[in-house]
């Protein structure tokens, strides 16, 4: 299977490689269109700041690349939100492929914020989350958050919000955790990621 | 609801895992990689990764260590150790850490947390906080405590609850606040001053230094207010197993993230 990870300027694409890599799959890093076109399976990690990773992806044309793309693709956490409308992340417009905005947590819920840690999802029923234990937690670290909408397959709730820990329309998912870094669970979401879909 | 942390930490020289007491009297603790795959596999939920030698002797952490450790686990991983600039950042992230901790150059440049926030986001850079009694700093009827870099050997003259206010106010991610007085004793971890800090900034903060029964992380939770608790020697020589530990902490009704 032929796996193509996002190559911009935000995110940690070795931990992604390492997670594919543990499941018997390697995957390239590119930003050439013709590669991600020709992908079996596209993986759009993120981590880091919205406009700057947006910028980065308009100067490539990244940006009309990626909301054409048709195979199977997968969002995380920046990369996710980055896949939403807008970020109010410094008034960022996104890529579009999920029709709701990128909020910031409340500041003064008494919570600290980043929300850093291990929290619990509630999934729907989607291919994604196939073969899961009841025991579902992720590892989850971001300042902003996706309200939930039509397009969440799984909620979770940290600062009194309850937010789309993940999202799915048509061809593109996205998830606000790490699946890269939620030890097993993660293992078999990206599992499902590759095989299931 | 978010899980309290539970977090071993590799304190490492020459890419053996190594524990003293006190920050001296080192004794070796096993294989980096080994310890590692270990923890992520027995449900640690993160894992810290020192180069404890690498400010003293002046060099860059070991990324080749890093990447070998990052391939063989599949949960968060912070890496802290001799960082000075935004390259060595960088080349860590690289290598597969999602954090870095930074301490001794903090304190040398404070302003190195806001570019490191500002290029990485915040969420990647903790800042290390090594602090040690000084009546000097007590105020108003509490103790103070001073902030120490260089691996524990250099007192600063900062006050540890306006330190961690500052690190905060710069974009600093989260707080590894370790107390020298605890460190390896194995009495419990400093709550006074874990609580203080922690209320006095909006970042989760993790506790270090001197967990040794099971109930000093019932209070690091509670009194101490800590998000998470890292220790090092108990779990390398298995006094404490993470399981088990994990187990008595949510029936104690901690949030735990626990595998079975």
């Known amino acids: 299977m032929n796996i193509t990870i996002v190559k911009y300027n935000a995110g940690n694409t070795r931990s992604v490689l390492c997670a594919l890599h543990r499941l018997g799959y390697e995957a390239t890093v590119s930003d050439d269109p013709a590669v991600l076109c020709a992908a079996d399976r596209v993986v759009f990690p993120g981590v880091g700041e919205a406009s700057t990773a947006m910028e980065y992806l308009k100067k490539t044309h990244l940006d009309e690349v990626l909301v054409a793309l048709k195979q199977p693709f997968l969002g995380i956490c920046l990369g996710m939100q980055l896949m939403c409308s807008h970020s109010e992340e410094n008034d960022t417009t996104c890529l579009g492929m999920f029709d709701v905005p990128v909020l910031k947590f409340p500041p003064d819920t008494g919570e600290k914020i980043p929300h850093m840690g291990w929290n619990t999802i509630e999934t729907k029923d989607d291919p994604l989350f196939s073969g899961l234990s009841e025991n579902r937690w992720c590892y989850f670290v971001h300042s902003y958050y996706v309200p939930l909408c039509e397009e969440t397959i799984a909620s979770t709730e940290y600062a009194s919000v309850c937010f789309s820990a993940s999202l799915h329309r048509d061809n593109f998912w996205g998830c606000q955790f790490h699946p890269e870094k939620s030890g097993s669970v993660g293992e078999q979401i990206l599992k499902n990621f590759l095989e299931a879909l | ?260």
């Open chain 2, 1 to 260: 609801m978010l899980a309290k942390r539970i977090i071993p930490c590799l304190d490492i020289r020459d890419g053996r895992t190594v524990k003293g007491v006190n920050f001296v009297n080192l004794r070796d603790a096993g294989d980096a990689v080994e310890l590692a795959e270990a923890y992520s596999r027995s449900g640690a939920d993160e894992l810290t990764f020192l180069d404890i030698t690498a400010t003293v002797e002046n060099r860059g952490t070991f990324s080749s260590l890093v990447r070998r450790i990052s391939d063989h686990i599949g949960i968060p991983f912070t890496v802290g150790g001799g960082i000075r600039t935004i390259e060595d950042v960088g080349i860590l992230l690289d290598s597969g850490a999602d954090k870095i901790s930074i301490n001794s150059q903090a304190v040398a440049k404070p302003s190195v947390i806001d570019s490191l926030a500002l290029q990485y986001g915040s969420q990647c850079v903790v800042c290390a906080i090594d602090a040690r009694r000084n009546p000097a700093f007590d105020k108003d009827g509490k103790e103070g405590w001073e902030v120490y870099v260089h691996g524990g050997r250099i007192p600063t003259g900062r006050e540890v609850v306006s330190w961690a206010q500052e690190v905060y106010s710069r974009g600093c991610g989260e707080i590894l606040l370790t107390s020298m007085e605890h460190d390896g004793t194995k009495g419990g971890f400093a709550l006074d001053l874990t609580s203080r800090v922690s209320q006095s900034v909006g970042i989760p903060v993790i506790a270090s230094g001197g967990a040794g029964v099971m109930e000093d992380f019932i209070d690091v939770f509670t009194t101490g207010k800590a998000d998470a608790a890292l220790a090092a020697s108990i779990f390398h020589f298995h006094e404490i197993d993470i399981p088990e530990l994990k187990i008595f902490l949510s029936q104690h009704g901690i949030t735990m993230r626990n595998l079975q």
